[in-house]
């Protein structure tokens, strides 16, 4: 069994800069592609940005160039680096931990990211 656990959201002005950060207790952190995921009102759930444990990136269009995505194997944690940010990245945002061989999926209980003046 697993869990990961989100924190760092909260109410930014547009521009502004929020970081987000992801604690996974998993045993063998290393076969887990991690994943940032959010859902905003009315709107699926989407993916925002993942890495592979070699720490490959990748990033939805609307995110490129603004948010990181970055993994600490050594404390377990992911974060997400979100700058430039505007009002249509409201949502809550869900951590994800995906084992690359059998699977198995965490999701955290979601962070709020509110982006209004």
């Known amino acids: 069994q697993g869990q990961v656990v989100e924190s760092g959201g909260g109410l930014v002005q547009p521009g502004g800069s929020l970081s987000l950060s992801c604690a996974a207790s998993?045993?063998?952190?290393?076969?887990?592609?991690m994943a940032w995921y959010r859902q905003a009102p009315g709107k699926q759930r989407e993916l925002v940005a993942d890495?592979?444990?070699?720490?490959?990136?990748n990033y939805a269009d609307s995110v490129k160039d603004r948010f990181t995505i970055s993994r600490d194997h050594a404390k377990k944690m992911v974060y997400l680096q979100m700058n430039s940010l505007k009002p249509e990245d409201t949502a809550v945002y869900y951590c994800?931990?995906?084992?690359?061989?059998?699977?198995?999926?965490?999701w955290g209980q979601g962070t709020q990211v509110t982006v209004s003046s």
């Open positions: 998993v045993s063998m952190f290393s076969f887990y592609k």
């Open positions: 994800n931990a995906h084992h690359t061989l059998n699977n198995v999926d965490y």
């Open positions: 890495i592979t444990s070699m720490g490959n990136a």
